[in-house]
């Protein structure tokens, strides 16, 4: 005998199916997160595209559809993950009203973007692109638009009163020590000394550049 019950009454909720795109997004960021894992943890070298479809529980068939070569998939994990680190900025940042402390933000913010994950995972790759034309070809494109998303950040933070050469002097020697910092950081160098420098950074740029 047939069930009496509707099933749209039974009290269970049905969630809504995904999309084609939604799916394709969400695999696709799986395959993003699971190479910014590999190369942290294992390093270029041995971050073969197996082990990040293993991973990301992709097949190699899903991952030739997204990124048809291995320079592709790595170029498109780090622009994924200064997305993502970009975002988390913007979320935390706080009110500040006066230029020194809009330029001590944008300062820790940009530090705070370009250090840890995407210091590890963006060194590993510079260093392989070196000799790897295919890959310093895919990076290439990727290093200009990170540059440019973060110009946009330090912008949004540090404020429009600065004149446009200064804001991007200040920019360009901020990121540039943030840089060797992180390298630093990569090697084992003292924290201390880090977190002196990055003050007494932003101690010379109030100085320096407020208005």
Not at 139 to 164: C, H, I, K, N, W
Request: hydrophobic fraction near 40%; charged fraction near 25%; glycine fraction near 6%.
């Amino acid at each position: 005998m047939a069930s009496s019950v509707d099933a749209g009454s039974s009290g269970t909720s049905t969630r809504p199916r995904r999309t084609q795109q939604q799916r394709r997004e969400h695999t696709r960021t799986l395959l993003l997160d699971a190479t910014i894992d590999c190369l942290v943890e294992l390093g270029h070298a041995r971050t073969s595209v197996n082990e990040i479809c293993k991973r990301a529980g992709v097949s190699r068939g899903a991952q030739q559809h997204h990124f048809t070569t291995k320079a592709e998939l790595l170029a498109g994990a780090v622009r994924h993950l200064v997305g993502k680190l970009h975002r988390d900025v913007l979320d935390t940042m706080t009110a500040a009203t006066t230029v020194p402390e809009r330029i001590e933000q944008a300062i820790d913010s940009l530090w705070h973007a370009y250090s840890g994950t995407l210091s590890a995972a963006a060194l590993e790759l510079w260093v392989a692109a070196r000799t790897d034309p295919e890959l310093r070809a895919a990076m290439l494109p990727v290093d200009r638009a990170v540059g440019r998303a973060a110009f946009e950040l330090y912008r949004s933070t540090a404020g429009a009163e600065l004149p446009q050469q200064d804001s991007e002097r200040l920019f360009w020697l901020t990121i540039n020590l943030t840089r060797g910092l992180a390298l630093d950081a990569e090697i084992g160098g003292d924290e201390r000394r880090r977190n002196e420098l990055l003050a007494e950074w932003k101690r010379i740029a109030v100085r320096q550049y407020q208005t």
